[in-house]
């Protein structure tokens, strides 16, 4: 959804009514991952996709008359091996699908709040979670925010543990809380790279980053390293401080991702200390395995168990036998993208 924010500001300037289709669960080789979004006007305009072509038609004559009744209705659909092919598939699947008018067309002050509250956390990079009732008739749902924050009708702690719960995994799904089933679908901030030391690397994966749409935080207390390296790319932030006097001051979550690379164990396990201790997605340390052995003794000695220290990713970055400091940011980012990509 959060991709179509300019069409649906758009639509709702215009009062321009319309559906929203999205895929609620998959089996197979399903066109479109879980969460896939389309919207179509009562002008039949479209935007989004939920099959690649497989399906849409009987989509739009289903979800075109939810605009004028304001139901929600769950639809369910085969993609056979034939239209498969047509997208780029070998086989075909099943694909279970939520039609309904969309949420700032509601009449019902509590759905209008959390459209308000969804679109501010949309245009401000603010992570939160949407559950939509599914069932067949008026819909109805819940916005959670990671603070705990919920928004909506009905609001219990069974639901704000479920929504925190998908925000943490990172994955859109149905959850069951009694008789009732939820879609739970997930809009998480933009990704965010803590890079500990400011060296040749850092410049690469800077780039990289950014060309990957991740925020970038380098810090470094060493003063050569950050007021001397030339970054090709900025990085959003450049920090001059050690770790542990700036880390607090970030969110440290499932969509952190953090890379140690300053070669200096007094910097490198300054950062650790903090790190292990969080919820961050990602922790990656540079050396060699020579030196990580040394540094998971070091970390042994300050206390940390053997499965907190398992979460560092060492040596570092995907194996692509990488020489030069260009390869070994572009091993490091493949590997934050594998991890980024997989539902934990």
């Not at 559906?19 to 179509?40: F, H, Y």
């Not at 067949?136 to 009708?153: F, M, N, T």
């Not at 006097?245 to 440290?252: G, M, P, R, S």
Request: aromatic share 8%; with cysteine.
């Amino acid at each position: 959804m959060k991709e179509f924010l300019p069409i649906i500001n758009d639509w709702i300037t215009q009062n321009k009514p319309f559906s929203i289709a999205t895929v609620i669960k998959t089996w197979g080789s399903s066109p479109r991952p879980i969460g896939s979004s389309m919207l179509v006007s009562q002008e039949m305009e479209m935007a989004g996709s939920v099959s690649g072509g497989c399906v849409e038609n009987a989509v739009i004559k289903s979800a075109l008359p939810l605009i004028e009744s304001g139901q929600g209705q769950r639809l369910a659909y085969g993609v056979a091996d034939e239209d498969a092919w047509e997208v780029g598939l070998s086989c075909g699947g099943k694909m279970q699908v939520y039609a309904e008018r969309f949420l700032a067309f509601d009449k019902r002050p509590a759905e209008q709040q959390i459209w308000l509250a969804l679109k501010e956390a949309l245009e401000n990079n603010k992570g939160c979670v949407l559950l939509t009732r599914l069932e067949d008739g008026e819909s109805q749902h819940i916005l959670v925010h990671p603070d705990r924050k919920a928004i909506g009708q009905q609001v219990t702690t069974e639901l704000i543990e479920a929504g925190l719960k998908a925000y943490g995994e990172r994955k859109n799904q149905v959850v069951e809380i009694g008789e009732t089933s939820y879609f739970v679908q997930v809009f998480p901030r933009k990704s965010q790279m803590l890079i500990i030391g400011a060296a040749h690397i850092t410049v690469d994966l800077v780039q990289l980053a950014k060309m990957y749409d991740f925020e970038t935080i380098v810090i470094d207390p060493r003063g050569i390293f950050t007021n001397k390296t030339q970054f090709s790319t900025p990085p959003d932030q450049l920090i001059q401080k050690y770790p542990s006097q700036v880390l607090h001051d970030y969110t440290l979550d499932a969509y952190t991702y953090a890379i140690v690379l300053s070669h200096d164990p007094k910097i490198d396990d300054n950062a650790l200390h903090i790190l292990l201790k969080s919820q961050v997605g990602y922790i990656g340390a540079l050396g060699s395995k020579k030196t990580h052995a040394k540094r998971v003794a070091r970390l042994a000695t300050a206390g940390f168990s053997e499965a907190a220290i398992a979460k560092i990713h060492a040596p570092i970055g995907v194996d692509i036998k990488a020489k030069s400091p260009k390869e070994i940011a572009l091993s490091i980012m493949g590997e934050i993208i594998r991890e980024k990509n997989v539902f934990k």
